[in-house]
């Protein structure tokens, strides 16, 4: 069986009202026809779902600390990566631990359930580990990483760190295939070999982390999914944790590929409440060296900075940009 059409992939027939039902409030799914308009009455035209303000998200509560350690400071160039890290990507520049430890004590004055570190690629950080235990003191922690720079020294901080906690510390390690043509083609030349190693490394620790495959073309069928558990299992790790994310259609990926085609999704109803409350701005913020943004997907984008502390961004937003159509058409929140 194949996978359903990705809302970002390139439409087939332009995009219709009828396709919006699903995440759209009653009174936007049956546009006023012209033949009920009055009698001898010029039928005023229906607008463009385009030309029409963007649905607004309450905020709800602070779950998901999002905390941007690295900025845009990676160790590779994923040519599918939203935020464009790189190298020399030096655009969102690094925290530095005191910025780090403002966040954590802030967020857990206003309630947060979970943080997640990430970049860039947080293990290029000299501070790691220090910020790894000041995050562990207060919440349940999630390092977002590539796995290339997670070492033997790495995995004895990480086993060290989560046998000293009360909460759990968790790895999100990326791998894009199953197979080095479908991994490397994204992520880059070797990176297949040094991610499995890295798993072999963290299967003899008795460590499980959360092996997050992107979406793109080359793992959209549903097959691939036993696929990944299976590889996972043979390297070692007993109880695979697989989590496939949608593929976003901006930074690096625009290059590779193309952006958003229809922007008509982002219509001005009301979201129904079930599609509200589980995209990552309904309970969630990223934090930067530069301020607090709406979700860790939208940090480059100046217009989507919310304030530049937390207790001053946790208000209502509008979906004023493109990817957001990912997120409420696949059920995005961003969590393990």
């Known amino acids: 069986m194949t996978r359903r059409q990705l809302p970002h992939d390139p439409p087939s027939r332009s995009l219709r009202a009828v396709a919006y039902l699903p995440v759209l409030a009653p009174e936007m799914a049956t546009p006023r026809s012209p033949s009920r308009a009055p009698a001898r009455a010029r039928p005023r035209p229906v ?12 905020f709800r509560f602070l779950d998901a600390l999002w905390i941007q350690v690295t900025g845009t400071h990676c160790n590779i160039a994923c040519r599918h990566c939203f935020i464009s890290c790189g190298p020399k990507a030096d655009q969102i520049p690094m925290m530095s631990t005191g910025q780090v430890e403002e966040a954590l004590e802030e967020g857990r004055s206003l309630g947060m359930r979970q943080v997640y570190f990430t970049g860039g690629e947080p293990f290029l950080h000299p501070q790691l580990p220090h910020m790894v235990r000041a995050a562990l003191r207060l919440a349940p922690l999630t390092i977002v990483t590539n796995g290339l720079l997670v070492d ?35 992520r880059g030349r ?3 070999e040094k991610v499995l190693e890295t798993l072999r490394r963290l299967g003899r620790a008795g460590f499980s982390p959360v092996v997050a495959v992107v979406e793109h073309e080359g793992v959209v ?45 982002l219509a001005s109803a009301p979201l129904l409440s079930e599609v509200e409350s589980r995209l990552p701005c309904a309970t969630g913020r990223a934090v930067t060296s530069q301020g607090v943004y709406t979700c860790p997907m939208l940090v480059e984008h100046g217009s989507a900075r919310v304030g530049e502390r937390l207790a001053g961004s946790l208000h209502p937003i509008r979906l004023n940009w493109d990817t957001c159509q990912t997120c409420m058409l696949d059920g995005m929140n961003g969590g393990n």
């Open 152 to 186: 033997a020294a790495a995995v004895r901080m990480i086993l060290e760190e989560s046998q000293r906690t009360r909460y759990s510390l968790d790895l999100r390690l990326s791998l894009d295939g199953t197979t080095q043509e479908e991994n490397d083609r994204v």
């Open 190 to 192: 070797g990176t297949f």
């Open 221 to 265: 069928r549903a097959e691939s999914r036993e696929r990944f558990r299976q590889l996972v299992r043979e390297l070692g790790i007993d109880r695979p944790r697989v989590q496939f994310l949608p593929l976003f259609r901006m930074g690096r990926e625009m290059r590779r590929t193309h952006g958003y085609h229809d922007l008509g999704l």
């Open 47 to 58: 607008p463009s779902l385009v030309q029409l303000r963007r649905p607004e998200v309450r």
